[in-house]
Nanobody, 125 residues
Framework: QVQLLESGGGLVQAGGSLRLSCGASGRTISRYAMGWFRQAPGKEREIVAAIGRSGTSTYYAVSVKGRFTISRDNAQSTVYLQMNSLKSEDTAVYYC??????????????????WGQGTQVTVSS
């Protein structure tokens, strides 16, 4: 079992940047595919970005491609989400997720086994 804890959320003006971190404990994340999801009020949870075990394969939602970057440091058991050029529509609770994987990433929330508690990101316009 792996426990996930997100950090780095907060209030930022439109056009600004934030870097989210997801620290894992219990087990190394080197055997896990990782993902970042978000959920805005009244909306379903949606994929933001995902990354395979080695970090060489990544996926981005169309809405964030070119603005967000997912990365991982397996030695530190941490996954990051660098968010640039933030927009008001990026406002949501951001969740980190993990699932055992041979190599690939996953983009469906139901495919993930472990979740963090979420961190709020608020972008003011």
């Amino acid at each position: 079992q792996v426990q996930l804890l997100e950090s780095g959320g907060g209030l930022v003006q439109a056009g600004g940047s934030l870097r989210l971190s997801c620290g894992a404990s219990g087990r190394t994340i080197s055997r896990y595919a990782m993902g970042w999801f978000r959920q805005a009020p009244g909306k379903e949870r949606e994929i933001v970005a995902a990354i395979g075990r080695s970090g060489t394969s990544t996926y981005y939602a169309v809405s964030v491609k070119g603005r967000f970057t997912i990365s991982r440091d397996n030695a530190q058991s941490t996954v990051y989400l660098q968010m640039n050029s933030l927009k008001s529509e990026d406002t949501a609770v951001y969740y980190c997720a993990a699932r055992p994987s041979s190599s690939d990433y996953y983009i469906i929330a139901g495919e993930y086994n472990y979740w963090g508690q979420g961190t709020q990101v608020t972008v003011s316009s």
